[in-house]
């Protein structure tokens, strides 16, 4: 097996790195009232000096009340949390990374185990976060157009502080995918519908703001799921097809790279192709995607925070997929929050040095 495609450059617009890898967004609530601190800063930049090709951050949330429910989860707004952030694009680009943030809105949550609630009631396109479960409101029209605003905004922020490109979290059961799925978007107005192309509108304001706000000739991605956090087998787009009434407007509304989660990368999207998420973005759209979904390790991540521990697995199957042209970059999670060289490891093919996953690795920055 060689991994030589893994080590390729890659350039698109204001993104260009050194190679393939690129570190999954994983949320560490590290950062007391939503300010990134110097052990966040330290964190990124072990991994840009492991020779990541691209880092993502975890989860950094929008300018709005009630945009998150952790008080830990690093803000991308306020003079405080953005001083934070310049501090941690200096510290990676210092080592030689590239780095982008993922901005973030959460939509309507589960309470904090803690018992944090944030001061105003959690939003979305319903009151559901879920069916058959209601933890807040549904947006008005003006709160839609706020927080379409607040995406923009934290994005040309991103520009600003210098990061190579900027990701808009678009998956998981989180607010824009909250307006993509039926069964939490019940709306009667432009927002909602009967099909998946309707429910877009949302997303593709989001990407358009966006895309206005820091111009032409920045990296957006944007990362999408089919599966939902209640319903791991789900499907959004059912065929070819839904998917490219999906996909294809908001590449007209200026996503560049698609970042296509799932849970093991290796299973087939749809019946008849072994394509999987990321190979049938790539073959609708023509966009750039990223993979994503198990790399590199046995079991998954949802597993993980459930206590399982996880050993290197092969990337065999990966290169096959890639070698092929299903994809364009990989997004590897755990095996990076365990250790910041594993890219080395790789590389040189040091294989034996590879470390499991534990839960351990959550509860500090490594």
Not at 51 to 72: A, C, F, K, Q, Y
Not at 216 to 245: C, G, H, N, V
Not at 311 to 318: D, K, V
Request: hydrophobic content about 40%.
């Amino acid at each position: 097996m060689s991994t030589a495609n893994l080590f390729r450059p890659f350039s698109l617009k204001s993104l260009n790195i050194k190679n393939r890898i690129v570190m999954a967004p994983m949320t560490r609530s590290f950062s007391p009232a939503g300010v990134p601190t110097a052990d966040v800063a330290a964190y990124y930049s072990r991994r840009a000096a492991g020779e990541v090709g691209l880092i993502l951050s975890e989860g950094t949330v929008i300018d709005r009340v009630s945009s998150s429910n952790d008080p830990n989860v690093p803000h991308f707004y306020g003079t405080k949390a953005l001083a934070g952030w310049k501090e941690v694009i200096h510290s990676v680009h210092h080592a030689g990374g590239s780095m982008g943030p993922q901005i973030w809105h959460m939509g309507i949550m589960d309470n904090h185990h803690s018992g944090w609630l944030p001061p105003a009631p959690f939003e979305g396109p319903s009151d559901l976060n879920r069916p058959g479960f209601s933890n807040g409101v549904a947006m008005t029209q003006d709160d839609i157009d706020a927080a379409v605003k607040a995406y923009g905004k934290a994005a040309a922020e991103a520009k600003r502080l210098g990061f190579d490109c900027v990701e808009v979290h678009g998956a998981h059961g989180y607010l824009i995918d909250q307006f993509f799925w039926e069964g939490t978007n019940n709306r009667s107005d432009n927002y909602g519908g009967q099909t998946l192309a309707e429910r877009t509108r949302f997303g593709v304001e989001v990407i358009k703001e966006v895309r206005r706000q820091v111009g032409e000739d920045f990296t957006i991605i944007l990362r999408l799921s089919q599966w939902k956090p209640a319903d791991y087998t789900f499907k959004l787009a059912k065929t070819p097809k839904e998917m490219e009434s999906w996909l294809e407007p908001l590449v007209e509304a200026g996503v560049d790279i698609f970042h296509c989660s799932q849970r093991r990368f290796w299973e087939p999207e749809f019946e008849g192709s072994d394509l999987n998420f990321a190979g049938w973005a790539k073959k609708i759209t023509g966009k750039a995607t990223i993979t994503v979904g198990s790399v590199g390790l046995s079991g998954e991540f949802l597993a993980a925070f459930k206590g399982e521990s996880s050993e290197p697995s092969s990337l065999e199957e990966l290169m096959r997929r890639m070698d092929r042209g299903d994809f364009d970059l990989v997004a590897v999670g755990r095996p990076l929050l365990a250790d910041p060289n594993w890219v080395q490891k790789i590389r040189d093919e040091r294989l034996s040095e590879l470390k499991g996953f534990s839960r351990e690795a959550l509860m500090q920055l490594l």
